[in-house]
């Protein structure tokens, strides 16, 4: 619970505010770490030079999820549709009808919650070929509930034909948005944007639209991950190198259609303790999907244990200390995984 | 611009678009727009019949729009609905299925012996409109205030390939409380979507009662005018009067979307449905569907 709005913080004589509020948009990359700038913006222009199909729609947050790159490289396929979500999702709907690729985007809460009618029966129920591209989802923004995108995948998961693709690093989103288009219907793509950290390229990683990818092996743990908290389990096998535990992660990047063979079989492998960590809701996204999965079909690790935000609204302020708070820091899980082990 | 032959008991006339690449709709025939209209308020009924319930006052009270679209105004292929060169036809109104079903069997999209299906086990024509169901149903409707959006992204997308074509997108009034609409509605103008043509059924009345007691829509020409459409308000019962306004939405020289509202009287053309007051879903009992089709029957031969 968060303390009454009537009482003043204490704060020690002297200290300062502590960390400030992330802007709207925090960076996710640690000091000194590898970015790219806009991957998603920047692979989507490049992509629509040889692809004339190719339109993106945005609800007043074109700079805000990288649109603006596209914007600009081809301003007559751009579409402002202003401030209204619903718009921007029926709109798509009618541009996929006449033949277009279109890339709708605002901010994950928004398409989540707001126009979640407009994406499921103008969209998904014909199958339409329409890609959603949403900035700030789970917890990377501190701005607050209004923003925080903490039950996106589950509202979604439950869309029928709609993909859901939950992407890692820079490195992985320039290799989405061609499997996106690539691929014959509705896609809901969780975006990072402005100064991506640079991660999976140093693992020689692909991404494959539908595959659960061995990012690196280990045989007393393995974590399940998805999203920005794949890069933090790789954070977290490293520190835990100095234990002597030794840790595999198996990046997940599209959360539905599950893979669920490589899943089955990387769990059922070598009794190690499963751990999965999703930037998201503990209810809902790919945590209760991988325990559903690994029920139904009777593999039983030594335990299993979800790394996620809580069931709550969550807090605001900046987005270091929140991660730490909601148990999604790398120490944060280096210190449960230890207490786990 | 056409002349008004195609009216009551005059022979339809082949049709001169002045626009390139288009063909003419429904020419050659010799049946009248009145003649259509009672057909599609009788396949209605028929299918009212199958199934014992339906919206049929909705179907009987647009069924004139129906005729004045389908034989009149649109462009199209029987054959071939997806030809990429016709007018789209959006029934927003997913409820109306019904009375879109009729006017596709009589366009011939339709084959007139599937009328029997309607609203059963594996028919083509479920109760509430759904693209992936039905030849000729170019959007799935169920959700209210859906169309005006789903029509603002095909009109743009029709001025992308630069075709000739246009979107009507058929709404009600009740959509009119659903704030996508209004989002759509300030866009269609923002991008001047002037090959886009709304057509309003304001029938008054909504699920839970009359439309103005619901939520007051009114002065609804303003509003539209305000958010930047060409708007005209006809009696939509009145088969002139529609071809009227029809033509001038096409014809319009505004690089503005296009407003057709169209007051209309719920059950049309059976007086002893008419008469009914609760008339969202209304309730029609068996022997009077019989009835119903008799009254029609009489109506056009007098």
């Known amino acids: ?341 | 611009m056409q002349s008004h032959q195609d009216m009551l008991g005059q022979q339809d006339m082949p049709v001169q678009k002045d626009m390139p690449g288009q063909q003419a709709p429904r020419a050659g025939t010799n049946v009248s727009l009145a003649d259509r209209a009672y057909r599609i308020r009788r396949h209605a009924l028929l299918m009212g019949e199958v199934q014992g319930q339906g919206y049929i006052a909705q179907a009987l009270g647009i069924s004139d729009v129906l005729a004045v679209s389908y034989f009149h105004a649109l462009t199209y292929r029987p054959e071939d609905p997806e030809w990429e060169g016709r007018d789209r036809f959006l029934l927003s109104i997913g409820h109306y299925a019904i009375a879109l079903y009729a006017a596709l069997i009589e366009a011939g999209i339709i084959p007139e012996d599937e009328l029997t299906s309607y609203g059963g086990d594996d028919s083509r024509l479920p109760m509430s409109a759904m693209a992936t169901y039905t030849p000729g149903m170019e959007i799935t409707g169920g959700s209210l205030g859906h169309g005006l959006g789903i029509a603002v992204g095909m009109a743009l997308g029709l001025k992308r390939k630069s075709s000739k074509s246009f979107i009507y997108n058929l709404f009600s009034d009740g959509e009119l409380d659903e704030g996508s609409t209004w989002e759509a509605a300030m866009s269609a103008s923002a991008f001047g979507l002037d090959n886009l043509i709304g057509l309003v059924d304001v029938n008054g009345m909504q699920a839970d009662g009359p439309s103005r007691g619901v939520l007051n829509f009114e002065p609804l020409a303003p509003k539209f005018e305000a958010f930047g459409w060409f708007v005209q308000r006809v009696d939509g019962n009145d088969l002139e009067a529609l071809v009227t306004a029809f033509d001038a939405a096409r014809n319009h020289p505004g690089r503005c979307p296009r407003l057709v509202i169209c007051d209309t009287q719920m059950a049309k053309g059976v007086p002893f449905l008419e008469a009914r007051e609760r008339n969202h879903f209304l309730r029609v009992e068996p022997a009077e569907w019989r009835e119903a089709l008799k009254v029609l029957d009489e109506g056009r031969m007098q």
């Open chain 1, 1 to 341: 619970m968060r303390r009454s709005k009537y009482e003043r913080p204490v704060r020690p004589e002297g200290a300062g505010a502590g960390l400030k509020t992330s802007a709207m948009i925090a960076s996710l990359a640690a000091p000194g770490q590898r970015t790219r700038s806009a991957p998603f913006g920047h692979a989507l222009a490049e992509l629509a030079r040889t692809r004339p199909d190719i339109v993106g729609l945005s609800a007043d947050l074109s700079k805000y999820t990288d649109l603006h790159i596209f914007a600009q490289a081809h301003p007559d396929r751009f579409y402002q549709m202003g401030m209204a979500e619903q718009l921007l999702m029926s709109a798509a709907a009618g541009l996929a009808r006449e033949g277009f690729v279109p890339f709708a985007t605002t901010y994950a809460v928004f398409a989540a919650r707001r126009a979640y009618d407009f994406i499921c029966l103008a969209i998904a129920e014909e199958n339409l070929n329409v890609k959603i591209a949403c900035a700030l989802p789970g917890l990377t923004t501190g701005y607050g509930p209004s923003h925080q995108a903490t039950e996106d995948v589950a509202i979604f998961r439950g869309m029928p034909n709609l993909t859901i693709i939950d992407a890692c690093d820079a490195h992985e989103i320039e290799q989405v948005v061609p499997a996106m288009v690539a691929h014959q219907g509705p896609v809901y793509l969780r975006l990072l944007r402005g100064n991506v950290p640079l991660v999976l390229d140093e693992y020689g990683y692909t991404f494959e639209m539908g595959k659960a990818k061995t990012i690196r092996d280990g045989r007393d743990v393995l974590i399940v991950s998805s999203g920005l908290m794949t890069m933090r389990a790789l954070e977290v096998a490293q520190a835990l190198e100095g234990d002597r535990v030794d840790v595999a992660v198996l990046h997940v990047p599209t959360l539905k259609p599950l893979d669920e063979a490589t899943i089955l079989r990387e769990a059922g492998r070598g009794g190690r303790l499963v751990v999965v960590a999703e930037n998201h809701s503990v209810i809902g996204g790919l945590g209760e999907a991988v325990a559903g999965l690994l029920l139904r079909s009777g593999t039983v690790p030594p335990a299993f244990r979800q790394i996620g935000l809580p069931d709550a609204f969550l807090d605001a302020g900046a987005l270091p200390t929140l991660h730490d708070r909601y148990g999604i820091s790398t120490e944060a899980m280096v210190r449960r995984i230890r207490e786990w082990l």
